[in-house]
């Protein structure tokens, strides 16, 4: 990813999901749509969400396929990515479903790599672009990030029940429209620096065009949807956000690129402080930070007024870290700044120290 391009004529690419759907009431086709894979299917489904929705799901697959149902744990580390793996083939499961949030549809995604099957996503919130994404984070189990994982293909389907989403709290689609608002602003800097993007090639037009979308639709709507989700209603903002967080956002991310907001909230991650905020609030500040690194005052403070106007962090003290002490914000920058990190995509060099003045400006 960190190799750029040189002269014009190079190769560029984008990638997707197999398909989108989208709509209230959608989780109803589950059973169908996994039925067109075979005639035996795994469920790994969210712990958050398990007691609430394995009803609805034992429901959707009434009709067939066959199906078992497996509790996610919490994390997607190579313990579990290696135990749904090994449960889907003593099932005899021909395609995996993860349903529920990001660490749930990545352990899914890795695991279905693993073992050779086709993927189904089906996300409860709309709190991150993971769920159209060929990536997958895995995470130690202390919560710390150890790698991400670049996935051969994108997920076979993508299965977004509007009505379940408008039901979880808004707090998770505030996240999502943080984890939105750095899919421009890094995949513009991979534009300008010639940065590969998760293809390992720069991307083609189309997909800084649909970052740029992203962006303006999370501006245009974030904060109405945010209303409807408060009164459990997948309104028309809430429809064109979710539209926005996971399927813009995942490709715009995933074909235009990743820089200084992501390589910032993994080094947020190695703070025990922010281990209880979700991945979304983590990057909102980590765009703020990059548009420090970039110097442009007049966008920072009117993403700053944005994060505000959507329940975004826009300090560090939002996030948890309530001292921020050099000590605190060298570690940050140090797994920020790492050999071969995406941080390093930007277009111009940064250095730890620079990071470290960018995040003491969020104080």
Not at 107 to 124: G, M, S, W
Not at 169 to 194: H, K, M, N, Q, V
Not at 199 to 222: K, S
Request: glycine share 10%; aromatic share 6%; proline share 4%.
């Amino acid at each position: 990813m960190l190799v750029k391009a040189d002269g014009a004529n190079v190769v560029r690419g984008a990638r997707f999901p197999g398909r989108y759907i989208q709509g209230p009431g959608v989780i109803a086709r589950l059973g169908a749509e996994a039925k067109a894979f075979g005639e035996r299917a795994i469920v790994l489904l969210d712990n958050g969400v398990f007691d609430l929705l394995k009803a609805d799901v034992e429901a959707a697959f009434a009709e067939g396929p066959a199906v078992e149902i497996v509790r996610h744990g919490g994390e997607c580390s190579q313990g579990a990515i290696a135990a749904l793996g090994a449960a889907a083939q003593a099932a005899g499961a021909s395609v995996i479903v993860g349903a529920g949030g990001g660490k749930a549809l990545d352990t899914a995604k890795a695991a279905a790599r693993d073992a050779a099957l086709p993927v189904i996503v089906f996300p409860t919130i709309a709190a991150s672009d993971a769920p159209c994404s060929a990536l997958a984070v895995v995470y130690n189990e202390d919560g710390t990030v150890a790698y991400d994982t670049f996935l051969p293909r994108n997920p076979d389907l993508v299965l977004v029940d509007t009505a379940l989403i408008a039901r979880a709290p808004a707090r998770f689609l505030a996240a999502g429209i943080g984890d939105a608002l750095a899919t421009w602003y890094e995949a513009e800097s991979c534009r300008r620096s010639g940065a590969f993007n998760c293809m390992r090639m720069p991307g083609v037009p189309l997909a800084y065009e649909v970052a740029r979308f992203c962006r303006d639709t999370i501006f245009a709507f974030g904060a109405e949807a945010l209303a409807e989700c408060d009164a459990g209603a997948a309104g028309p903002a809430l429809e064109r956000v979710v539209e926005a967080n996971i399927l813009l956002s995942g490709i715009g991310f995933e074909s235009g690129g990743v820089a200084a907001a992501h390589a910032i909230h993994h080094g947020l991650c190695e703070l025990d402080d922010v281990h209880h905020h979700l991945h979304g609030e983590k990057v909102a500040i980590g765009v703020l930070a990059g548009l420090k690194l970039h110097g442009l005052e007049d966008e920072f403070e009117r993403v700053r007024a944005f994060c505000r106007s959507v329940r975004l962090p826009a300090r560090l003290a939002d996030i948890g870290i309530a001292e921020a002490t050099p000590e605190k914000l060298a570690v940050v920058a140090g797994r920020a700044c790492r050999a071969g990190e995406i941080i390093h995509n930007e277009p111009m060099p940064v250095r730890e120290d620079m990071v470290v003045r960018a995040l003491a400006a969020l104080v």
